[in-house]
């Protein structure tokens, strides 16, 4: 049933940068908007990612070294360790074997490693310490790679056979060990559903009669939720709202509405947007090349701090989605829409906790 009571929201053209989870959700409100509303996302830049963390289960293990969260300025993972930086100079680290023990439990089924449904993806595995790689899969992308590269903001060279043979091995690295964790789930009757095949002519009649009581069951109940916020974003009656880091409801669901079902990442994903390919390391593309930004440096080479950039300067897009930090609680991440290049260079850095960051596409009217 179409949702006839949903919202335009905004006529800009939006960019963003997500982890695989949150470009699934755009790419699904960009096909079923009839469902979700118009939260179209014209340019989707998808991060490399094999785990997040959470942020409260961190704070506790950090607790017991007598290191307040909050007091942490910035956070990396680099030679088998999670560093924290605070302040004065202090560094902190726990190996990343005794990190995993706070990874969010969505995060041990993510079958998706390199943004497969984005329009480029980026990442810092297989391009050497400085450099960026980047997988290029649709026109769009590619005018964005060429362009900023023209413009002088991005250089690029040939990714090595090495630097592949690397990503192939991380990507399936994570598919077969999250695989492993889906199975287990189904098999104690905790669904997996966007793992399940779904024929595309079959998905809204699948999903017709389900509004947020089977979102609550099917996702958020059972470790599902990824915490990306789209099923804020996307409720026409705006009763959803996040607390103690879990979408919950205030209010009723109007009969026929399912636009936060629908947007969710994690309930049954059509086959055409789906990434469960265990035999596809990085799903379609046209081609992988490593880059470097020109001027902004960056953990990751600044590519997508650089590709915003030029993206804004030179009117590809009117917005950016981006993920800063809470001023307040520097590791704590916050999403923004912004227009300024100022707040892309500021929001620069990876992030490695969850973050709701279709909320910040909210508008309230
Ligand atoms: S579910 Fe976790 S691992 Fe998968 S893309 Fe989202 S944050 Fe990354
Ligand atoms: S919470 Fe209810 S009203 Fe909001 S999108 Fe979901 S089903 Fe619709
Ligand atoms: S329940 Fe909401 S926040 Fe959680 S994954 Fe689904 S859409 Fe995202």
Redesign the pocket.
Known sequence: MSNNSVKQESAEKVAMVGTP?QIT?STLMNEYSDYTGKHNVDLKIGLFCMENFSYNYLKELLKEYEIDLKDVKECRIEKGFMWFYLAENQVFKISLDEAKRCIRK?CEICMDFTSEKSDISVGSVGSPEGWSTIIIRSEKGRNLVDNAEKKGYIKTKPVTDKGLKLMERLAFEKKSENLSEIKKRENVSRPVLYWRVMPSENYLDEVSDSQFID?KGD??DIG?????????LACPEDI?K?KDRK?EISGECPPGCNA?YV?????YVPENISSRGEKSPFGDYIKIISAKASIIHGQDGGVVTALLSYALADKVVDEALVVDKNIEEPWKPEAKLTRNVEDVVKAAGTKYSAC?IFKAMKKIE
């Open positions: 989870c959700a969505s979102l996702v958020i599902g939720c990824v915490l990306c916020g789209a099923c804020l959803v996040i979408p936060c947007a969710c990442p994690r309930t709701p």
